[in-house]
């Protein structure tokens, strides 16, 4: 669920950012990108230790791991998206 939430959220400011050209948003975005970073960090630790101390549900717990991991690159699209703003010269700005 973290990791849904956390995707779902940076989407949603994602498209804030491209749609409206508000310079504060990018501000915003910066802030979420430091609170879910520490808080996605000690959820990942958590999962670690869950995996180890439950090592007979490895599938189960690898499934989350990778589907949790999958928000860094994501991420990194999304950061190259608003570095390289398609849209920052066109009829919405």
Do not use: D
Request: charged share 5%; no cysteine.
């Amino acid at each position: 669920m973290v990791a849904t939430f956390s995707f779902l959220l940076g989407t949603i400011l994602l498209l804030v950012h491209l749609i409206i050209p508000w310079e504060q948003i990018i501000i915003i975005g910066l802030f979420y990108v430091l609170v879910a970073s520490v808080f996605n960090g000690i959820t990942f630790i958590g999962l670690l230790a869950n995996a180890i101390i439950n090592y007979q549900y490895y599938r189960e717990n690898l499934m989350t791991i990778v589907v949790f991991l999958l928000n860094i690159p994501i991420a990194l699209g999304y950061f190259f998206i608003v570095i390289n703003n398609p849209f920052h010269n066109s009829v919405l700005s």
